[in-house]
């Protein structure tokens, strides 16, 4: 991805390619599951399993997209999963209440942005470590949760079920749903902010070096509180994605989705200490995840727990090839 | 509990005072709330009541803190606690599920040794991750919290293991002088690490590594060493956190077991005044914190209201007490009261913008 505007924001290391090691190293190891998924199963070739994990994975894609600005950073928002259940919450029980469907979106897309600002004012200002802020975030959006109902709510909207059911495809029966549509839009948009705009180059100069954006004369504050605004607002669109897929607000679904979606992004080569990534990486690293599971659902005998393991093992050996390769060697 | 923490002020200074006081006001709300709060009773030898309940019920967390805090001076953090929490709980119970005399002290205390063995290998490879390969804490001790209830589960088979075996119950259930044992072994724990950090120049040496590795390397200290040593002493208490939780309720489950412990766990230590940059640590403050948010749990409990929507009261908790504690903030809150003299306004605005 155009990587070439984005060496001026970390010129020191003069090779280019070494920047796209941990990119190209995840799509190596996407292909070669697939592969793996092709020649062990002859299901696994339909086009309809890839658009499967788009639509089973949507709103982890949307949600990993607003955490690779953060941890772009180099914070990190623990509070992703409790804002997507909160969004999908409110939502629903919102449309119980007989709310118009776009006065519901709008609120709902209105809840996530504004607890992200809230957290990045107390992480800019207060100084307050993001792990901790963000975990009071997650503490009150799960709560919330609660508050809002203790048990599931079903979404019967016309305009919500219509989502939910229309199917974009072509005549051999491949389809896919809006959700992935809206998915891609939001990377769309997200990649051209990172690599274009000023505010992309001013996320990576603050991840790279905070002290020196600031002697820069860049805003590293407004960076800051915008980049957990914009994780506030993904967490609410994939929970609105969430809520289309699911047709219900649950207080305890996506628990421990964080993981999951930090896991995806530093699968995808960007660096949690900051300042190095791309959005592209992450589309792989949920890509990789996505195939994982649908790998271990095909395969039948193994159980859902190897997921977490191989996740585990996956994590480890990305983190290694990043120390390896020497991306910000301390 | 309020002559302790009155006991504490003087000795610890200002540092300890907003814990303490968050922790004698919830008391002083609870015992108004329901008077008999407060009330311990003596039943065929043992002490019964509210306070011995929320003392009996924070030991895992005031272990799995205990290591925390070390692991934070040290300018870290474990995330992986909860995990190592599930496994050994689920070793143990396998072992003793599977043996012939599930009620034989030898067997207990083989599957004790068993578990915590394992533990400690698992601890030992967070520490390598950290001090030897020299991958980010955070996201090294990520590896072994995702990975490590897919362990835990792998070892249940998916299955709640149930067990029937005295002994092991005793851990989390039994009394030893009329005290729960649960209470004695976490006040054992704290005790341990006490003399051996604050009696011993080791808690200056892991925080100075916490301060600076380089320079205490250069220093003379074996500063990876020390670092290791503390992912290893975590997950020692970690896998004794993990026997109580799974003691308490006579069954290991892999996906339970230990849930969120971690993130509690770094509340606490955090609630204490240990600074989550390293450098400095309080182990009094560690079992303040604890106690903070057990007793915040109990009394949501005792109020009626659901456990989760607890969460919403700890997160109001866990931001006025972390903006108390935050240097930015007091420096602001100290020009303004020179300056305007509002008085305490501003800490009370601060705390209603979090639920907003």
Partial sequence: MTSTSLTTGRS?????????????????????????GVSQYRAFSNVQVIFNVFI???????????????????????????????????????????????????????IGPILGFL????????????????????FFARGMCTFISGASISITDGFWTGMSQERIGNPAGN?????????????????????????????????????SALLMGLPVGRTRIAV????????????????????????????????????????????????SGYVFGTVLGVLVLGVIQTLITFDGSLNSWWTKIVIGGLLFAFILLQRLIGIRFK | ???????????????????????????????????????????????????????????????VALGMTLVIATGGIDLSVGSLCAIS??????????????????????????????????????????AVIGIQPIIATLILMVAGRGIAQLVTEGQIITINSEPYRAIGLGHFLTLPLAILIALAAALLVAAFTRRTALGLIVESVGGNAEASRLAGIRSRRIVFLVYVVSAACAAIAGFMVTANVSSADGNAAGLWIELDAILAVVIGGTSLAGGRFSLSGTVLGALIIQTLTTTVYAMNISPQTSLLFKAVVVIAVCLVQAPAFRARFRRRRRGVEPGPATPQREKEQVPA
Avoid at chain 1, 124 to 135: G, M
Avoid at chain 1, 183 to 194: C, K, N, Q, R, S
Avoid at chain 2, 116 to 126: D, I, Q, R, Y
Wanted: aromatic share 8%.
């Fill in chain 1, 56 to 110: 089973d994975n949507g709103f982890v894609l949307v949600v990993a997209v607003g955490m690779t600005f953060v941890i772009l950073t180099g914070g990190i928002d623990l509070s992703v999963g409790a804002v997507v259940a909160m969004t999908a919450m409110v939502s629903a029980a919102l449309l119980r209440d007989g709310m118009p469907a776009a006065l519901v979106l709008v609120i709902a897309l209105l």
């Fill in chain 1, 228 to 275: 957990y605004t914009i994780s506030g607002l993904c967490s609410a669109i994939g929970g609105i994605l969430l809520s289309f897929y699911t047709l219900s607000g649950a207080p305890l679904i996506a628990v421990g989705m964080e993981l999951d979606v930090i896991a995806a992004v530093v699968i995808g080569g960007t660096v949690l200490t900051g300042g």
């Fill in chain 2, 1 to 63: 509990m309020n002559t302790l923490t009155d006991r504490l002020r003087p000795l610890t200074g200002h540092r300890l005072f907003w814990p303490a006081l968050v922790l004698v006001v919830m008391i002083l709300a609870n015992t108004v709330y329901r008077p008999g709060f407060l009330a311990v009773e003596v039943k065929s030898g043992h002490l019964y009541g509210t306070p011995i309940d929320i003392l009996r019920l924070s030991a895992p967390l005031i272990l």
């Fill in chain 2, 89 to 130: 709980g689920a070793i143990a119970c396998l072992h003793i599920s599977e043996a012939a005399d599930p009620n034989s002290p030898s067997t207990v205390l083989t599957a004790l040794a068993l578990a915590f063995g394992v533990a400690l290998v698992l601890g030992a490879w967070n520490g390598v991750l950290v």
């Fill in chain 1, 175 to 211: 389809f896919v749903s809006i959700s992935v549509l809206i998915a891609f839009a939001v990377v769309l948009v997200a990649a051209y902010v990172l690599a274009y705009t000023r505010f992309g180059r001013n996320v990576y100069a603050v991840g790279g070096n905070a002290q």
């Fill in chain 1, 12 to 36: 020191w290391r003069p090779s280019l390619s070494r920047r796209h090691v941990p990119v190209l190293a995840t799509l190596t190891l996407l292909l070669v599951m697939y592969g793996i």
């Fill in chain 1, 119 to 138: 957290m990045g004012c107390a992480i800019h200002f207060f100084d307050i470590q993001p792990f901790i802020v963000t975990l009071a975030g997650m």
